[in-house]
T-cell receptor, first 114, second 111 residues
Framework: EAGVAQSPRYKIIEKRQSVAFWCNPI?????LYWYQQILGQGPKLLIQ????????DSQLPKDRFSAERLKGVDSTLKIQPAKLEDSAVYLC????????????FGSGTQLSVL | QKEVEQDPGPLSVPEGAIVSLNCTYS??????FMWYRQYSRKGPELLMY????GNKEDGRFTAQVDKSSKYISLFIRDSQPSDSATYLC???????????FGAGTRLAVHP
């Protein structure tokens, strides 16, 4: 079974630039999540999709972050404009059902904002 | 107060040692308790999953939950260099439908 695919693996940008991350979840998984993991911290949920609808985006900084999940499969997360404090690993995860106690994570995209 | 508290370490032990990793949580509504292992430059992977108080064993790993004191532990017996990773505890409540992670404990097992 193929895992969660993410790209790119690394990205370096300057502050105020924009950046986008892509995620392809495990086939058949209805729920998709984007997490932000700052160095030395645990992952923090940014947004959760159930199929192509948003379930929880309460911790997404909506003035600069946006996300979409097209046709209930792939998803993109965008940051525009980026700030220094956005430097982190952005993890995509998926789960089979509606509840998210068992998540499968991708390897993440490491973002450095200079 | 953070919802999940975890000592970040780092923890360095010799090969073969017994390792004890611990977390505390604040909300008694949490029903599910998990341990994820995260290797460097990789995403977390689910290691142990428990629902209630008590012990759950899987090979060299034992997860322990004490809901009365809101304390969760992971024990690793006969630790190996391949166990070197960051261990993240996580809690989940069906009511919140959100997985909340601790900060992670970095473990190094040296030969």
């Amino acid at each position: 079974e193929a895992g969660v695919a993410q790209s790119p693996r690394y990205k370096i940008i300057e502050k105020r630039q924009s950046v986008a991350f892509w995620c392809n979840p495990i086939s058949g998984h209805a729920t998709l999540y984007w997490y932000q993991q700052i160095l030395g911290q645990g992952p923090k949920l940014l947004i959760q999709f159930q199929n192509n609808g948003v379930v929880d985006d309460s911790q997404l900084p909506k003035d600069r972050f946006s996300a979409e999940r097209l046709k209930g499969v792939d998803s993109t997360l965008k940051i525009q404009p980026a700030k220094l404090e956005d430097s982190a690993v952005y993890l995509c995860a998926s789960s089979l059902g509606e509840t998210n106690e068992k998540l499968f994570f991708g390897s993440g995209t490491q973002l450095s904002v200079l | 107060q953070k919802e999940v508290e975890q000592d970040p370490g780092p923890l360095s032990v010799p090969e073969g040692a017994i390792v004890s990793l611990n977390c505390t949580y604040s909300n008694s509504a949490f029903q599910y308790f998990m341990w994820y292992r995260q290797y460097s430059r990789k995403g977390p992977e689910l290691l142990m999953y428990t629902y209630s108080s008590g012990n759950k064993e899987d090979g060299r790993f034992t997860a322990q939950v004490d809901k009365s004191s809101k304390y969760i532990s992971l024990f690793i017996r006969d630790s190996q260099p391949s166990d070197s990773a960051t261990y993240l505890c996580a809690v989940f409540s069906g009511g919140y439908n959100k997985l909340i992670f601790g900060a992670g404990t970095r473990l190094a097992v040296h030969p």
